[in-house]
């Protein structure tokens, strides 16, 4: 609407497009002196902020991929100790399973030990029980012998033979008990 008086008008080149060529270097000459202050004013200070911003976006990450490493790092390291507790761990068990076994065997070592040494008294005492009762047997059958004796030989021998008898009896009855401990034992 407003073109088509401005046409009719016969306004030609930049005017006929409704451009004011005044205001147009006006406007110039206010978006230079705008873009002038900015940029010795404003422009180095906003490159400054947006260079310290990168800076600070650079060295946070830098920064997360140090704690990255070192997140890895005490990762490893805990599996590693981790690792190492449960070999140890393993080889505490083996050796409380060698050392429960080696004092099984000590133990039934001993009681075979004690047992054998047992076994060994009681023979012993068997043995010295076996000897006291022939022994008592043997005085027994000796005083017998000698009363049995006494008795016959009062009635008919002196008293010379009468001793020689009891001699006799005597070594008669060691050597008979003497070939029954052997033979009994």
Do not use: C, W
Not at 22 to 28: A, D, F, N
Not at 140 to 169: C, K, P, Y
């Amino acid at each position: 609407m407003l073109v088509a008086p401005l046409l009719a008008e016969g306004a030609s080149g930049i005017g006929a497009l409704g451009i004011d060529i005044g205001s147009l270097i006006v406007y110039l000459v206010n978006f230079g002196v705008l873009l002038a202050v900015l940029y010795f004013f404003a422009y180095k200070r906003v490159l400054g902020m947006l260079d310290q911003r990168s800076s600070r976006i650079k060295e946070s990450l830098e920064e997360a991929g140090r704690v990255r490493e070192e997140s890895q790092q005490q990762q490893a390291s805990m599996q590693h100790a981790l690792n190492e507790g449960r070999q140890e761990g393993q080889r505490v068990l083996a050796e409380a399973r060698q050392m429960a076994e080696r004092y099984r065997e000590d133990q039934q070592a001993s009681a075979r030990v004690e047992a054998e040494a047992f076994k060994e008294s009681a023979r012993d005492e068997i043995r010295q029980e076996r000897d006291a009762a022939l022994e008592q047997v043997r005085r027994q059958f000796a005083v017998l012998a000698v009363t049995a004796a006494e008795r016959i030989i009062s009635r008919s021998l002196d008293a010379g033979v009468h001793n020689d008898l009891i001699d006799e009896v005597l070594t008669q009855s060691d050597s008979i008990s003497s070939s029954q401990g052997s033979s009994g034992g």
